[in-house]
C-alpha cells in the first residue's frame, strides 16, 4: 500500500509515479534547487493539472497545521492509523540544526 510506504519513508514500496511526488513535495517544501528538476518530470509525467493538484495538495497539508499552532494549539504529529495500524510519521530533516 503506497499510503504506509510514504509514511515508512520507504521508496522502494512505492509506485514511481508515488516517489516522484513525495520527492518533489519534500523539496518544494525545502525551497531545494532540485524541486525544478522534480517539478519538470511532475510536468512530463502528469501535465500541468498534475503540477497544480500538487501545488494544492502541498498548500492545504501546511495550512491545517499553521492554524492550529497560532490557535494555540500546536501537537507535533508523530502517529498515523493506516488500517487500524498506529505507526510513527518519518520525515525527513528540512533544515541543519
Do not use: N, Q, W
Not at 36 to 45: G, I, S
Not at 62 to 85: Q, S, W
Amino acid at each position: 500500500m503506497p499510503l504506509r510506504a510514504v509514511v515508512a519513508r520507504d521508496f522502494t514500496a512505492m509506485p514511481d509515479d508515488v516517489v516522484l511526488a513525495v520527492r518533489f513535495a519534500e523539496a518544494t517544501l525545502r525551497h531545494a534547487p532540485e524541486a525544478d528538476d522534480l517539478r519538470a518530470e511532475v510536468l512530463r509525467r502528469f501535465g500541468r493539472r498534475g503540477l497544480v493538484s500538487l501545488a494544492f495538495a502541498l498548500t492545504a497539508a501546511r495550512l491545517y497545521p499553521t492554524l492550529k499552532y497560532a490557535m494555540g494549539h500546536g501537537r507535533a504529529c508523530m502517529r498515523v492509523t493506516i488500517d487500524g495500524e498506529t505507526r510513527p510519521v518519518l520525515r525527513e530533516r528540512t533544515r541543519a540544526a
